[in-house]
């Protein structure tokens, strides 16, 4: 039996250093390589060209050279979407994945009906990016929502929170930190790899439970916590849909909620000023690829590679 | 994926939280034995009891709309409590017939979309990952590293020349721009979810089909396939739930009102919404959420491997 399988081996090797698979390659990739030129390369390549152009659709794009990134860098509502967009991201990314790790420490107890826990607090994830949790946030902290309601229980008289120009951005980040489940669910599978004996040792040691979380769990979890950030990060630079619907389209009130992408879908596509818009979009492309760059070279320092 | 760090056999050590460290510290002369036996158990209680109302602090919001989607809408505001005092469907069929079309015109079209999406990833991402999985060619390693930085890069990047791409094609307001780009793998990581999963599929099961005469095509669909149900049903699930809930494209590529989807219809019913009628709305919006919810019942085993071992959403 086993000598029929290394003929066999030693056969099909042979025949695939003589033809190599390339024919059936092409065919089955066939699909994606049409895809790659035609959906995504062709389109990158042809925003960076109409990023140096005047375009509204109407007629052949009009070369302007860098007119459209200059005009973009003295806009104050594109810088008024950078920061909308940082703050947003670098204030409930670390948030949603310290609540995320938080509560997969929690769940990571051997404690029963775990399964129950991972659903109800994943359930949130998937459905977070909808309209329809859009619409009710929009609600929850609306003058008279619920949150309000909760509120005036205590005596305490809220705003609108959508609609104050200091607080609506803030429920933005409480709907992306109610989506940790996500994460939770790669931490907890996370902290699953980490074997036991270590703890054992640790505690025979005489090390509390801090200073193993400290020195086993956290170093062991580095890997997780890049690859969660990293991954949530992008995301959220991307967040369009939750404030294109809390501020009914407009990134209001007072510019609070311009995300990035909703000021670049309002030149594009409402004002059609594809130019500007396409400047804008690689410029995202720029901090988005910037950023991943600076993790991962960031990576070296603090995330422990345990092999 | 086969090697999924999500729910490995049970381990003799599955213990090792409270249990092992208490007998440890039993093991010492001086350890106190009453929190022993009183300890774990008084805590396991004190622990699901938090984590029971916190998981209710975090649902409360929906099961509020829930709630609410059966008050008549001037009692919504006024009592934040669930149980609704009376049972009321006025909201929901309201809401059906509050826009141009009944509400479930926007939920065929939705479904037709979604329809479409998961077949095209079904397909062609398979095609591709086998290649990048099994098949050697010139190459590969670099059109895979492509492929894996495709994942990255968001729409917004490329949408305005799509737009031009598809209008010039007469294709604005059908589903062509929301469904071709799945049927050319541009969800490069399920490619990447199913190279992860072939490549835990013994590879002398393809070199015996091999041997036997069988084409790269009948070691495809006979055997990679068949024994690849579990990827597939995560690519079909998470392609269901992302297609469902998109909006950014959806918004951009149909903008007549008979080609609406679910999120297109429920943004022109919020945009239309004073005060009054949020009850035929959180209706709307929570038939909007049933499908998702319902894949979610059914899928979860798949859902919690697929995130765990590609870290999607």
Redesign the interface.
């Known amino acids: 039996m086993a000598v029929i ?1 290394e003929v ?2 030693a ?2 090797i042979g025949r ?1 250093r003589r033809k ?3 024919k ?6 066939a ?2 390589f ?3 030129v ?3 390369a ?3 390549l ?2 960076l060209y ?1 990023s140096f152009t005047d375009y509204s ?1 109407l007629a052949a794009p009009n070369w302007v050279g860098v007119e459209n990134y200059t005009a973009m860098f003295s806009d104050p509502r594109f810088y008024q979407a950078l920061k909308v967009t940082f703050l947003y991201v670098f204030i409930s990314v670390p948030l949603q994945l310290a609540a995320a790790l938080a509560l997969a420490m ?6 029963r ?1 775990l399964a129950f ?11 977070g ?5 859009a ?6 902290f609306g003058a ?1 929502g ?1 949150v309000n ?2 509120l005036a ?1 205590f005596g305490v008289e809220g705003y609108g929170w959508v609609s104050h120009p200091d607080y609506a951005l803030g429920t933005l980040m409480v709907l992306n930190v ?2 940790f489940g ?1 994460p939770m ?2 931490f ?3 902290l ?2 980490i074997p ?2 270590y ?2 040792a640790a ?2 040691d005489g090390a509390g439970r801090w200073r193993q979380f400290r020195n086993i769990t956290l170093p062991l979890l580095t890997p997780i916590v890049f ?2 950030l990293v ?1 949530q990060l ?2 959220a ?2 967040t ?2 939750q404030a ?2 809390v501020s ?2 407009t990134g209001g009130p007072v510019d609070s909620t311009l995300f990035y ?1 909703l000021y ?2 309002e030149k ?2 409402g004002s059609y000023q ?1 130019g500007y ?2 400047a804008m ?2 410029f ?2 720029l901090i ?1 690829a910037g950023m ?1 760059a600076v993790n991962f070279l960031a990576s070296k320092f603090w995330v422990f590679y345990d092999d | 994926m086969t090697d ?3 729910r ?1 056999a049970p ?1 003799p ?9 208490s007998e ?2 039993a093991s010492y002369p001086d350890s106190p034995r009453r929190r022993r036996r009183l300890g774990p158990s008084l805590r ?1 209680v004190a ?2 009891v938090a ?1 029971i109302a916190f ?1 209710l602090i ?5 099961l ?2 829930l709630a609410s989607s059966f008050k008549p809408t001037d009692l919504i ?1 006024r009592e ?1 409590g669930l149980i609704p005092t009376e049972l009321d469907l006025g909201n929901y069929t309201d809401g059906w017939n509050a826009l141009l079309h009944p509400f479930g015109h926007y939920l065929m079209n939705s479904a037709l979309v979604v329809l479409g999406c998961v077949l095209g990833n079904l ?3 398979s ?2 990952a ?2 990048f999985a ?5 190459g ?1 390693g670099i ?1 895979f590293a ?2 894996l930085m ?1 994942i ?14 598809f ?1 010039s094609l007469e294709w604005i307001n059908t589903f062509l721009p929301l469904i ?2 799945k ?4 969800d490069a990581f399920f ?1 990447f979810l199913m190279v992860q999963f072939f490549r835990g599929i013994p590879k ?1 099961l393809d ?2 089909a ?2 036997d005469g069988c ?2 095509g009948r070691i ?1 669909l006979q055997i990679m396939l068949p024994l690849s149900l579990p990827a597939l049903a995560t690519t079909a699930i998470f392609t269901f ?2 297609t ?2 998109d ?2 494209s959806q ?2 590529f149909l903008t007549r009102p008979d080609m609406y989807t ?2 297109l219809a ?2 022109t019913f ?2 239309a919404t004073s ?1 009054s009628s ?1 009850g035929p ?2 209706a709307m ?2 038939v ?2 049933i499908p ?2 319902l894949v ?1 019942l059914f899928g ?1 085993k798949y ?2 491997k697929g ?2 071992t590609t ?3």
């Open positions: 399988q066999a081996r056969r099909s695939e190599g698979d390339g059936a390659a092409a065919v089955f990739l699909p994606w049409a895809g790659l035609l959906i995504t062709f389109p990158l042809a925003s109409l659709l929690v769940l990571d107890k051997g404690l009906g826990y991972r659903s109800v607090y994943y359930l949130p994830s998937l459905l990016g909808s309209v329809a949790i619409i009710l946030w929009r609600q929850v008279d619920l309601q909760v229980f109610w989506t996500a669910v790669i907890l599978a996370g699953r790899q036991a004996m703890y054992e505690s025979i690859f969660n991954l992008i995301g630079f991307q369009f849909t294109f619907i009914g389209g992408t670049l879908y594009g596509f594809m818009a396409s979009a690689w995202l492309l988005i991943t | 999924a760090p999500v490995p381990r050590d599955a213990h090792r939280g409270p249990a092992t460290l440890v510290a396991r622990r699901h984590l998981g975090m649902l409360y919001p929906l509020w709309m505001f934040p397909v062609s991402c095609m591709a086998y290649a099994r098949l050697k060619f010139r590969r059109w492509v492929m495709s990255m890069l968001p729409i917004h990047v490329i949408i305005v020349p799509q737009y031009i791409l209008s071709v780009p049927l050319l793998a541009t490619v002398e070199e015996a091999r041997l084409g790269h495809f739930i992302w469902w809930n909006f950014f918004l951009i679910v999120p429920l943004r919020v945009d005060n949020w709305l959180f919006s929570i909007s959420l998702v919810f979610f979860q859902l919690v995130i765990a870290g999607i959403k």
